[in-house]
């Protein structure tokens, strides 16, 4: 006994169970031998526990040594310590926290549901939502009640890991799962194969041909190339029953691990008593069939999150920093987060560019495919503002970084799609809570048809059982809404539309009312030029110099408009003695001559009384002059974007009630609404008049459900308080984290399109739900009665996941061009604009 008298005294100073410090302040113990023993941590008092429950504690008496021990810090990754320590330095004011993980180990969308209902026990956790596309974790918790290692643990606890989202650990993962899954699918396929062999005779020799000893032969055969099937490609079943029996739940791996099981023992006791059926060939088609569905479900996911990805990955880990730029141009490669702003970067042909930034050498064009859907890359020259994410397709140039890189557009578009997937619609909450008593219905029914054999006939009872369990399908019912909203979110994101929350296309198909804003939605939210009207006997081109001179170092947005309508002209003019005048226009000398531009009262004080002149409503003029004539007007508007009156058009076709909803001058909204076909406009609006006015509507007799498309800080609360909600990408970052998708692309028509992929999709939902439905509703029974054998049941059930996942996939090749004009039924094709 002295070994042990060692290891008590060690334990004296430490854990019992292992023998490591005791953390301050830890109150963690088991009751040993009748004497309440000091634990360093939950999973050493677990696993002791776990001995003494099971009458193992001699254990402790007759050890001579520690078991080898791995330090408590090291069971959880630096990064959610990291996460740890956030939580302990959070702001006093801070009441919750968010963050998303990869997840490790999701086999199918029951995953999703077990998860979810872990997570939900664990105490401070407000939220926890599975993204089965994208295999990412969104969670919330309340400071000081939860921590992200707790997280992690109750994670662990079921059988899946998690850590801060890096896209090569995910990328290998990624791999590594699918090669898995293949071999598993490899060796069920080779056992499947190899048994149907040897049951073949069998099957065909009903003569009595086939004597005992072959037979016997060949099922002892048979049993020996099930076995690779059975317990090593069978094994995520087992692993998910395991799990959801544990956490007191009835998964869909509870069925199938029973069905092979079952099917299998069966089988192993017909052949060690040399009578009876076997169901070899069933249990091994069985496998088979069901890896395979769920390798078609893996490639789906895979693809259909699979734009996310590369958005994910489009921020390139380093730039090259010219140090010492113009003096020395030797490029440095460092780190692209510790960019900052002024730095000046070299960008080469290929690469992705690392920060937003102003191109100040060089002539090039860049692929903005990932970040706004447009095919076409675009050109760019010093001076034009470049966007981080985008990758330089031509030459090589030089930027000047304007933000960091947490700051870029594709780091703000990457914190959006961090919400993708997270909410759940109506119609995959109730899909979830329809499988989880559709399992236990299930294992009942399957035990009621058993009982029910064994007196109609005893010899039928055991594979009509099994055919019962095989042949549901609770896997299609829940993989029926997900696999849709992810392949038709998927085919948005490459048309210029990210959707971040899950109930977008549910709510849009049931939308009454879109309300659209004016300035940067329906308009570019850029002044342009769109009439000169002459009132003089200057000549066009002379106006339009002599105004771009006086204009040409003023950066009023009227002005900017008054420049890049005679950028074309070829403009020599001088100009000299500018005067700013404040909110009237500008006073300068060209050649010999005085000139003024700006208000018709300030033109007035040098040109005299203006002549009649008929001004455009819901425009702004700006007038030119000089001494003792007038020459010019320039009537300039915000210039609506070309398929604007498209989209409105095919809105109103549709049944939607289109409202115009804007903070600018009525005037100015009545002539956009004129434009565009819209009846309904609401001009001079501020943000707490708009929200008024979408609430009123949503609070009518019938109830309203409210579409809101806006781009400004203005339009944040409206947004958040509509049903649904798009923010242009040009606009306000406030305005994009209020909405419910983005618009990425610059053509408004991609909500046209959203709304046609809202139908089609809600379509496909409601085929796959129906069609799961429908399959279950006449294949249990059918097997329950015993027209089904185990290995029809099999093929059953594979093909109705199949079906559900590639009928979804159907999403991702939508043709959506201009949709509102070309996918319509003819019906609702708005006239030829």
Request: charged content about 20%.
């Amino acid at each position: 006994m002295p070994a042990f008298g060692a290891v008590l005294s060690a334990v004296q100073e430490g854990c019992f169970h292992c023998g490591l410090p005791i953390p301050a302040g830890a109150d963690w113990s088991v009751t040993i031998d009748h004497v309440a023993r000091p634990m360093c941590c939950p999973g050493c008092e677990s696993v002791a526990q776990a001995i003494v429950a099971n009458g193992l504690d001699d254990y402790y008496r007759t050890r001579t040594g520690f078991a080898d021990t791995a330090d408590r810090e090291a069971l959880v990754p630096e990064q959610l310590r990291l996460y740890d320590a956030s939580t302990d330095e959070a702001p006093d004011d801070a009441e919750t926290i968010e963050a998303s993980f990869t997840l490790e180990g999701i086999r199918c969308a029951a995953c999703v549901w077990l998860i979810e209902r872990r997570l939900a026990a664990v105490p401070g956790l407000l939220q926890a939502d599975v993204n089965v596309a994208t295999e990412r974790l969104h969670v919330r918790w309340a400071v000081g009640a939860c921590q992200a290692s707790d997280i992690l643990q109750a994670l662990q606890s079921i059988g899946y890991r998690a850590y801060p989202y890096d896209a090569k650990r995910h990328e290998e993962y990624l791999r590594t799962a699918e090669k898995t899954l293949f071999r598993r699918l490899f060796i069920a396929g080779l056992a499947m194969m190899q048994v149907m062999m040897y049951a073949f005779p069998a099957y065909t020799a009903t003569d009595g041909t086939l004597d005992a000893d072959m037979d016997a032969l060949m099922r002892w055969a048979s049993l020996l190339m099930t076995i690779p099937a059975v317990l090593y490609s069978a094994l995520p079943f087992y692993q998910g029953a395991w799990a959801n029996l544990r956490q007191k739940a009835l998964g869909m791996d509870v069925p199938i691990a029973l069905g092979i099981v079952a099917a299998f023992a069966g089988s192993l006791d017909a052949t060690w008593r040399n009578t009876g059926d076997v169901y070899y060939d069933s249990v091994t088609m069985f496998i088979f069939l069901l890896l395979c569905s769920r390798y078609v479900e893996l490639l789906a996911r895979r693809k259909a999150a699979s734009a996310l990805q590369k958005m994910q990955h489009a921020l390139p880990a380093s730039a090259l920093l010219l140090k010492n730029y113009p003096a020395d141009r030797a490029s440095e490669l460092v780190p692209a987060g510790l960019l900052k702003q002024g730095d000046v970067i070299l960008v080469r042909p290929g690469d992705a560019i690392a920060a937003d930034g102003t191109l100040i050498e060089g002539q090039t064009s860049i692929d903005l495919s990932l970040l706004t859907g447009e095919s076409q890359p675009v050109g760019k020259t010093v001076g034009d503002a470049v966007p981080g994410g985008a990758v330089n397709a031509a030459q090589p140039m030089l930027l000047r970084v304007d933000k960091p890189v947490k700051e870029s557009t594709m780091a703000a578009l990457l914190s959006l799609i961090e919400q993708a997937g997270q909410g759940k619609p109506q119609l995959a909450l109730w899909a979830d809570k329809v499988s989880a008593w559709f399992v236990a219905g299930l294992l009942l029914l399957a035990a009621g048809v058993f009982v029910a054999w064994q007196i109609i006939d005893p010899s039928r009872a055991w594979p009509i059982a099994i055919a019962v369990l095989v042949v549901s399908c609770p896997c299609a019912l829940s993989l029926a809404t997900p696999t849709a909203l992810a392949a038709a979110t998927d085919r948005l994101l490459r048309h210029g539309v990210l959707i971040t929350h899950g109930h977008v296309l549910e709510t849009l198909h049931r939308v009454s009312h879109v309300v659209f804003d004016k300035t940067g939605t329906l308009t570019y939210g850029k002044p342009v030029v769109q009439k000169m009207q002459l009132l003089g006997s200057a000549s066009r081109e002379d106006c339009s110099r002599i105004a771009s001179a006086l204009e040409s170092a003023n950066a009023h947005p009227l002005a900017q408009a008054i420049l890049r309508y005679g950028s074309n002209d070829t403009n020599s003019l001088q100009c000299e003695q500018v005067e700013y005048v404040a909110g009237q226009g500008v006073a300068g000398r060209i050649g010999n001559a005085d000139y003024r531009i700006g208000n018709a009262q300030f033109v007035s004080g040098m040109a005299g009384a203006l002549p009649e002149s008929s001004e455009q409503s819901g425009m702004t003029s700006v007038y030119l002059g000089t001494q003792g004539n007038w020459l010019a007007r320039f009537d300039i508007s915000d210039e609506i974007r070309p398929d604007a009156q498209q989209v409105i058009r095919t809105f109103t076709r549709l049944g939607k009630k289109v409202i115009l909803l804007s903070g600018d001058r009525q005037s100015a909204a009545d002539r956009v609404g004129r434009l565009l076909g819209i009846d309904t406009v609401y001009g001079d609006k501020l943000p707490q008049q708009k929200l008024d006015v979408v609430r009123q509507l949503q609070e009518q007799k019938q109830g309203a459900i409210v579409a809101m498309v806006g781009d400004g800080i203005n339009d944040a609360a409206v947004l958040r308080a509509a049903d649904v909600s798009f923010a242009m990408a040009s606009g306000a970052a406030l305005a994009q984290t209020h909405a419910d998708a983005v618009v990425t692309s610059e053509h408004l028509s991609t909500i046209a399109d959203t709304a046609l992929v809202a139908a089609r999709t809600m379509a496909v939902v409601r085929q796959n739900l129906g069609w799961a439905s429908l399959y279950n509703v006449i294949a249990i029974p059918a097997a329950a009665v015993g027209w089904l054998n185990p290995w029809v049941s099999a093929i059953g059930m594979s093909v109705s996941s199949a079906i559900v996942v590639l009928n979804a996939l159907r999403l991702r090749h939508i043709k959506l061009q201009a949709a509102s004009m070309t996918s319509l039924p003819k019906q609702v094709r708005p006239a030829p604009v």
